[in-house]
């Protein structure tokens, strides 16, 4: 049986209308931040420490482009006069392991480090779920 709108076409169309223009608005960005810090945070439980360059470096970032909101999200921190990317070193090699503080130049030591730390912080399952539960609760009416 087709679903009825109740009151006719125009009032389908009006709702229709509403709910696209909420989910490219307001509702869409608030989303896309709550996903953006639990992404975030899973990403510096599992980064490297040793001064929190890394950490200090981290940005989050929303834009509004045509198609629609676009999230951001990184480390910037420990580019070299060179071009020596530090962060993007340490998330795509696999050479390194996390040192233990008496192995330390710097103050900092985080025992749950592991490369990919930034890629991991938003792809976990652990992670997902609690994005999609804070998407889920940004749509809800």
Do not use: C
């Not at 009151?7 to 896309?32: C, D, H, N, V």
């Not at 998330?91 to 930034?118: C, D, E, I, Q």
């Amino acid at each position: 049986m087709p679903a009825k709108s109740g009151k006719g076409g125009a009032q389908l169309k009006s709702k229709y209308a509403t709910m696209i223009g909420e989910m490219t608005g307001p509702r869409t960005e608030s989303a896309m931040a709550k996903v953006l810090s639990i992404g975030m945070t899973g990403a510096k439980e599992r980064a490297p420490m040793e001064y929190g360059t890394l950490m200090n470096s981290a940005f989050r970032r929303i834009e509004k482009t045509g198609a629609g909101i676009r999230g951001l999200a990184g480390f910037s921190g420990g580019v070299s006069a060179d071009g020596f990317n530090y962060a993007l070193y340490l998330h795509h090699s696999n050479k390194w392991r996390p040192r233990p503080v008496g192995m330390k130049v710097g103050p900092s030591w985080n025992p749950n480090a592991t490369f990919k730390y930034l890629e991991r912080g938003f792809t976990d399952k652990d992670q997902r779920s609690m994005m999609n539960i804070a998407i889920g609760g940004s749509y809800k009416l």
